[in-house]
């Protein structure tokens, strides 16, 4: 890592701790129903809200309940959006004169955006309308993040509470998140990013002559709004194709360091909500150490890697890593381009400010890693965390067999319920990757979309059916994605990749909440400090490790030694 990325990380570091040790207090209060600055002025609003949708706050849900609320909401929000972008061409602020989406990139998309993926099979100026864009796309962006947050808090309730039946109310959940976190976010976060020049408008595009006298059409539209709630929320779907390298998007160094403090903010400071919730901060800061620890693991190589030479461009000169910026952000350097790419892998975010395709392979192996963890690398807004938390219990298990006891989390024994349902949640990502990945690079229909030969073609397909799966929404580049095969195919590992792994999770949040939490005794492991820490990473790297190891091998490993 170069002095400057070194310099980079400390300041950003510096910056980000301390708001999200401020806004994960905030987090914890909202939802213990203390109050806070702004509860003065949001629970007026917050009664509104549920006296028109006839909510009853007051009645809370078993896990069960939660869930069909849960899947309920989502399926209508898809429906609404699918039918949004089917009827675009007849509905207003659509000055490209866009014409609806075929059935099976509406489809794509909805998906997408419904599960929190924001994987783009289109290129938003030349497709979507501004109705589309903020009506559609960006009302899914405040939808599905707050869904993340309220899944988490229901099984940071299961775990705090002793003998119940019940974890919540995915409506109160939903609301508060919106409200009180993700809406006051997004307007601070856009009124910043419109100050930099990001355009907030409803112009019609503006066609321009270039220096060499031809013609070019610049687009325009709502897009800082819309910028602003996709890092907050981890959603990470752009307004342009190119995303944050567009400079309508990302124009500034500030405003490319504001939105790397968006896209890491909300998932570090639900570390210590947590901590605060289940009443022991300690518990919140070991799950912050080891994903900690996971994130350097994975910046320290990327920035090796990214800093050395690159030897396919050494006989053209460049023998110097800093100065390799083919498929780089050229307007801030390196530094700024490889921590772009290990938070955007990392958070589930999936915004790229730089083409991972043209990262070295070791980079691009980190990448597809952090996806294939299950996004738990921090993660999604809540869902990093939960998925996490499904780790620290099967981390609980194997540390249980080793001391020859019950497995203990928080009081409450692990048991084989728990267990089976985690190993459920955790065989998501090999589902989508391995089986339906497998399957489609065996079809004729589903190999087409990959444009590179050998082993760096198949970390493109690798990567793009990782995106999927782990709800990340990134792309490799160079992988044709927007086919009939692959809208159906990466929509279906989408909706895995979300459901199958929240049930399991609000199943185990249910069983957890029916337990007794039992006193502490000597023999209990303790799942707090450095020991836990390490165990954790351990187990992390192991499970994942072994699952996808042979592939990783033959793609972007393979690539690596043929490229020595």
């Known amino acids: 890592?170069?002095?400057?990325?070194?310099?980079q990380l400390v300041a950003y570091c510096a910056i980000i701790l301390p708001l999200a040790i401020f806004f994960g207090n905030y987090i914890a209060n909202v939802f213990s129903c203390k109050n806070t600055f702004a509860s003065k002025l949001l629970q007026p609003i917050e009664r509104i809200i549920y006296k028109i949708c006839a909510i009853d706050a007051a009645k809370e849900q078993d896990w069960k309940s939660y869930a069909v609320s849960m899947l309920s909401f989502s399926v209508i929000g898809l429906v609404f959006l699918f039918g949004i972008l089917?009827?675009?061409?007849?509905?207003?602020?659509?000055?490209?004169?866009?014409?609806?989406?075929g059935t099976s990139l509406a489809l794509n998309t909805a998906v997408s955006f419904t599960t929190n993926t924001n994987w783009q099979a289109y290129s938003g100026e030349s497709t979507m309308s501004y109705f589309s864009q903020m009506l559609g796309l960006n009302v899914q962006n405040f939808l599905s993040a707050a869904t993340g947050v309220a899944l988490l808090i229901a099984l940071v309730r299961g775990i705090a509470r002793s003998n119940a039946n019940t974890i919540g109310n995915f409506y109160v959940d939903l609301t508060r998140s919106i409200l009180y976190i993700f809406l006051p976010l997004a307007i601070i976060g856009a009124i910043l990013l419109v100050s930099q020049g990001v355009p907030q408008n409803f112009s019609n595009y503006v066609e321009v002559q270039t220096l060499e006298g031809g013609t070019q059409i610049i687009p325009q539209g709502?897009?800082?709004?819309?910028?602003?709630?996709?890092?907050?929320?981890?959603?990470?779907?752009?307004?342009?194709?190119?995303?944050?390298?567009?400079?309508?998007?990302?124009?500034?160094?500030?405003?490319n360091l504001l939105q790397l403090i968006f896209m890491l903010l909300i998932p570090i400071a639900l570390t210590r909500t947590y901590g605060k919730m289940v009443g022991d901060t300690k518990q919140g800061w070991t799950i912050f150490a080891s994903m900690a620890v996971l994130f350097v693991i994975g910046l320290t190589i990327v920035s090796i890697t990214e800093t050395n030479a690159n030897p396919a461009l050494a006989q053209y000169g460049i023998t110097d890593g800093a100065n390799s910026l083919e498929g780089k952000e050229v307007r801030f350097g390196v530094p700024a381009s490889v921590f772009w790419s290990v938070a955007t892998t990392a958070t589930s975010s999936g915004s790229v400010n730089s083409m991972h395709d043209s990262f070295?392979?070791?980079?691009?192996?980190?990448?597809?890693?952090?996806?294939?963890?299950?996004?738990?690398?921090f993660g999604g807004a809540g869902s990093g965390l939960y998925g996490m938390i499904i780790f620290v219990i099967v981390t609980v298990f194997i540390a249980g067999l080793m001391v020859g006891r019950t497995p203990e989390y928080m009081g409450k024994k692990i048991e084989s319920r728990e267990i089976k349902l985690a190993i459920v949640a955790i065989l998501t990502i090999p589902l989508g990757v391995l089986g339906i990945g497998g399957i489609s690079i065996l079809v004729p229909e589903g190999a087409a979309s990959i444009q590179a030969e050998g082993a760096h073609g198949l970390s493109q397909f690798l990567y793009a059916h990782a995106s999927a799966i782990g709800n990340n929404g990134s792309a490799f580049a160079g992988f044709n994605a927007?086919?009939?095969y692959h809208n159906i195919a990466l929509a279906l590992e989408m909706l895995i990749g979300r459901f199958f792994y929240i049930i399991p999770m609000l199943g185990i949040a249910g069983s957890l909440a029916r337990k007794q939490i039992l006193p502490m005794s000597n023999g209990t492991f303790p799942t707090h400090g450095l020991q836990f820490v390490g165990l954790l990473v351990g187990v992390v790297f192991v499970v994942d490790g072994l699952t996808f190891f042979p592939v990783l091998i033959l793609g972007p490993g393979l690539e690596h030694l043929l490229m020595r």
């Open 1 to 7: 890592m170069t002095n400057i990325g070194i310099a």
């Open 86 to 101: 089917k009827l675009q061409n007849l509905l207003p602020l659509n000055p490209g004169n866009f014409p609806a989406l």
């Open 222 to 255: 709502p897009v800082a709004s819309q910028v602003a709630i996709k890092q907050i929320g981890t959603n990470g779907g752009g307004f342009f194709g190119a995303n944050a390298a567009h400079p309508y998007e990302n124009p500034t160094p500030f405003s």
């Open 360 to 377: 070295m392979p070791l980079s691009g192996l980190v990448q597809m890693t952090n996806i294939m963890f299950g996004a738990v690398v």
């Open 482 to 484: 927007n086919t009939e």
